[in-house]
């Protein structure tokens, strides 16, 4: 295949676990030499699966692709809360989950789908007063997060092992699956985290069609050759 940066691509990305968004960015940037370059919604370091980059002039399609609905796959870990509701931080209060019963963590779930007002979390990339409030967060400090409206047009839990629930999420958006979690585990009253999350669709690109970081250096290993043979 034989792409052209400039005029405009569409990179579907499998991004590596503990990788931030800008790390992945950066990385194809270097190997393709590609100066314009963008992506178009952020994954968390402890998230893998799709992540889209945009180059040349296809970067004026950030927004629309972004805006597009968005679908995940996880864990969630019942009875136990950290700070960031994920992995990144240590888990600072534990609660018992045996009393609690498969149609109360279904019934839990359900009560998400729809239209909803969602906290994202302190440890999360919203500005505050100038700020990322992870910058904050990562500081020991406190702040307030406004609410905003998302919409949730699936949650299912498709397995349940133990304190671990297997999910699948359909959002809009602007969702936090963090958030999801954590409220999950507040309204069954054992409190919850993220314990992984791979985003395997954003509107009609999926996870199954994305290169991996190896496949990019095998791309420019590509160019590279052609070069070399048309000189």
Request: charged share 25%.
């Amino acid at each position: 295949m034989v792409y052209d940066f400039v005029a405009g691509e569409i990179l579907l990305i499998n991004k590596p676990l503990t990788w931030t968004s800008f790390d992945v960015v950066k990385k194809v940037r270097n190997t393709l030499r590609v100066k314009k370059i963008g992506h178009a919604g952020t994954l968390d370091p402890l998230a893998t699966g799709l992540l889209i980059l945009c180059t040349g002039k296809f970067t004026k399609r950030i927004d629309e692709i972004q805006a597009q609905e968005k679908e995940y796959t996880g864990t969630i870990t019942l009875g136990q809360t950290t700070p960031s509701y994920d992995l990144e931080t240590e888990v600072s209060e534990t609660a018992a989950i045996s009393h609690l019963t498969e149609a109360e963590i279904k019934a839990a779930a359900a009560g998400f789908v729809g239209t909803i007002e969602q906290v994202p979390p302190l440890y999360s990339a919203v500005m505050i007063d100038g700020k990322r409030a992870y910058t904050l967060a990562r500081k020991g400090q406190t702040a307030e997060i406004k609410a905003r409206s998302i919409t949730i047009k699936a949650f299912d839990i498709t397995a349940i092992d133990g304190a671990v629930l297997h999910f699948r999420v359909i959002c809009s958006k602007g969702t936090y699956i963090r958030s999801l979690a954590h409220d999950v585990g507040q309204v069954l009253g054992c409190g919850a985290h993220l314990s992984a999350l791979v985003r395997t669709r954003i509107g009609e690109y999926r996870l199954e069609d994305a290169l991996s970081i190896e496949d990019i250096q095998q791309i420019r290993n590509a160019q590279v050759a052609a070069d070399g043979s048309n000189s």
